[in-house]
C-alpha cells in the first residue's frame, strides 16, 4: 500500500504564501504523475497542479502564475508552493499520487489521496 501525508497547511492573509508537502511511503516502486487538487466548501474538488516524474507541469488557470508545483523523486514528496494567495484559495488541499507498489506477491498501480490539509486565506 501507499500512504500520503501532508503538511503545511494553515491560516495566512490575503496577499500572503504558504507551501505545502505531501510525502509517499510504502513499498513504491515508483510514482508516475504527483498532484495537489482542492475542495472548498459546497464546491467539488478540483485540480491545482499537477507534475509527472520527468517534471512536466499542469496548473489550473485560477493558480497560474501565483502556484509552483515540484517534486522531489528520492524522497517521493511533492510540493505546492504558494504565493499572493487570495481568499478564493481557501479550501482543503488534497495530495495524489498515481503510484506502483509491491503487495508482497504483485506490483500494482494504484491512484492514492492524503488526508488533506486546510488552507484559509482572510481578507
Known amino acids: 500500500q501507499v500512504q500520503l501525508v501532508e503538511s503545511g497547511g494553515g491560516l495566512v492573509q490575503a496577499g500572503g504564501s504558504l507551501r505545502l508537502s505531501c510525502a509517499a511511503s510504502?513499498?513504491?516502486?515508483?510514482?508516475?504523475?504527483m498532484g495537489w487538487y482542492r475542495q472548498a466548501p459546497g464546491k467539488q474538488r478540483e485540480l491545482v497542479a499537477t507534475?509527472?516524474?520527468?517534471?512536466?507541469?499542469n496548473y489550473a488557470d485560477s493558480v497560474k502564475g501565483r502556484f509552483t508545483i515540484s517534486r522531489d523523486n528520492a524522497k517521493n514528496t511533492v510540493y505546492l508552493q504558494m504565493n499572493s494567495l487570495k481568499p478564493e484559495d481557501t479550501a482543503v488541499y488534497y495530495c495524489?499520487?498515481?503510484?506502483?507498489?509491491?503487495?508482497?506477491?504483485?506490483?500494482?498501480?494504484?491512484?492514492?489521496w492524503g488526508q488533506g490539509t486546510q488552507v484559509t486565506v482572510s481578507s
Open positions: 495524489n499520487a498515481e503510484a506502483t507498489y509491491y503487495d508482497g506477491r504483485y506490483y500494482r498501480h494504484s491512484t492514492n
Open positions: 510504502g513499498s513504491i516502486l515508483s510514482i508516475n504523475a
Open positions: 507534475i509527472t516524474s520527468g517534471g512536466s507541469t
